[in-house]
């Protein structure tokens, strides 16, 4: 048993049944870039009307656009144009233009350029298609499209006033290009399949010629868990990357209707790289990655979920780390959408800081904020923790001794003076 001492909030999770219209003068208090509450990202693939866009300048911390440097679309090139106003609402909020080192379609890169040689080729000599979403792949040790996408960057924050760059699909292996496919991607420097050592020092090669462009702007990257991030040196590439993104914090697609997939070892690995980049001083955004709710489902097992993640979030969070909600729906990708935000109401909890790391004894994990405290149970079974003094939910509810903690369940809890 663990007595607690000390809180934060443990919130009932609720969806936000529509974006809130803000005006510029309702911009939230900020401490240190973020605002009051967990510091949050979000992802805009669509136009949007100029009140979502000062709700979410008012209460995210991190915007990724992705709307590509080379999209032709003229409405999201007003989009675009429109980062600039966005910053104006809050001018402690970072904005940064989408990219990939790999993928076609993700920049909107016409296919004819195939015949410039910039695209991976197997060993049968055919392309190499991105399995889930199409498009070609293009070869990361390339010096041409390295430079094209550079330049493509640095437009895009010098022509629109982005604060950086968003690079997306940074393997440290072949896993993913290689996925699903015929046969291995050929290195065409060798005329053999891509090593993974040859993978990450070409990929390497791609965010420093990246880097030379855009100077010192932000440059967040996407595309490693927490085992991989340990075991395969993922870290290397934050010598050049001011962060990184896990996309599967705590499991991929979760389904809050089935069993917990993660081991308790594997759980750790990514709370661990959470504070490890934390140590670093680097940026990192951890995605709450849930399938998306179906009408026959129901809420409560969403809110556990949810709830657990934010929970296991803020065990290793740092100064620049922000948690993005991710509830795909079928053949929709998980961005913002003006009345589908998923906003649970425990993101509004101030906890103030951190006042030292996580700590774990019997199973149970915890870690102190200066005005509450954070709980995780990752392992199967349930516990019981008996409280000390006065706590309530963020809703403003009382919280009973003991507290029980379900497996795979997390509490967010406040002081309830």
Known sequence: MIEITRTSTALALTFAAGAASLSASEAPVHHGGQADGLPLCVHVRTVLPDDDWRHIAA??????????????????????????????LNPDLKVLVYGSVINAANVRLPP??????????????GPVVQHFFGGHHLDPGNEEWREFMGRAYADAIARYGYDGVWVDLVDSTTQYVNFKQPSPAVNPKTGMAYTDAEWKAATMGFLRVVRRHIGDRWMVINGAHGRKYFS???????EVADGMQNEAFTGWKQNPMQRFRMSEEEWKADVDALADVARRGKIMVAVANLKGREDSEPWDAYETRYRFVAAS???????????????????????????REIRPMFCEAALGRPLGAYQMSDGLYRR???????????????????????WKTAEGQPVDSPLTLPGHTGAILVRGS
Do not use: C
Not at 67 to 88: A, C, H, Q, T, Y
Not at 313 to 336: A, C, K, N, S, V
């Open 59 to 88: 209460r995210y911390g991190l915007v990724v656009t992705l709307f590509s440097p080379m999209d032709e679309n003229p409405d999201l090139i007003k989009e675009n144009e429109r980062v600039r106003w966005v910053k104006s």
């Open 112 to 125: 004819a350029d195939k015949s410039a040689g910039w695209f991976l080729k197997n060993e049968h000599g």
């Open 232 to 238: 395969t040196g993922y870290a290397d590439y934050l």
């Open 313 to 339: 979030f803020l065990l290793g969070m740092g100064e620049r780390h922000f948690l993005r909600f991710y509830g795909q729906d079928p053949g929709t990708p998980g961005i913002y959408r003006p009345g």
């Open 368 to 390: 102190d904020f200066e005005n509450g405290l954070v709980l995780a149970n990752p392992t199967g079974r349930e516990m019981q923790v008996p409280l000390t003094g006065q």
